[in-house]
């Protein structure tokens, strides 16, 4: 799907470049605003405000928006009858974000144990990639669908179309090497947030 023409093949790489950029400074900004938001947060409490009941409440509904993420890729899965679902993607994009500036709140900068600094490295690693994905996945939409008007106006049966499409879709390999860094990262960052939250209860309860 990503496979353009060679002269197109410049265009499409200024496009995919430019969007990567701008990926990682939003996810810099991104940092930034949480960061800002906790330690102005910490100030007014006194303490650090991941340690305050409010801080342990914003914690657990980020993590529960977290979990909204997941709801996009059981229908998905699950669901393919009903077709794509497309307004849990949405929700996916959204709370894909929303999720960890919460949870970001919640932690703030203070990196005084191991496992928390390194689900929050993870996090943002899987944000990132959550997000390249996006870009992704709609740049290789937008080509799909102008190689189905080309194939249309070629003159091209609907059955010889939809073959080669499927050529292209089946030997595309950006999704599989995104897939190779973001559902492992997906699954690790699951894993070292139960760590987390299971320490955080057993040495300080809710």
Sequence with gaps: MLNCKSNSYQYCMTIITKRFFTV???AI????VGLLIEAFLSIRSGSLFGHTQTGHVVGWFGLAVIFSVFIYSVKKRFGRKAGWPKAWFMVHQVAGIIG????LIHAG????????VLTL???????????IGVAVHRKALSLLNSTRKE????????ADIE???????????????WQIIH???????????????????YFGGL
Excluded at 163 to 177: P, Q
């Design 183 to 201: 559902v492992p990262m997906v699954m690790l960052f699951l894993a070292l947030l139960a760590s987390h939250i299971l320490g955080a209860l």
């Design 100 to 103: 960890p500036l919460l949870i």
């Design 109 to 116: 900068w203070h990196f005084h144990a191991l496992v928390p």
């Design 151 to 158: 194939l249309v106006r070629q003159g091209l049966s609907q």
């Design 121 to 131: 490295i993870v996090m943002g690693i899987v944000v990132v990639s959550g997000v």
């Design 29 to 32: 900004a991104l940092l930034i």
């Design 24 to 26: 990682i400074f939003a």
């Design 163 to 177: 073959d080669r499409l499927y050529g292209l879709v089946s030997g595309e390999e950006t999704f599989r090497v």
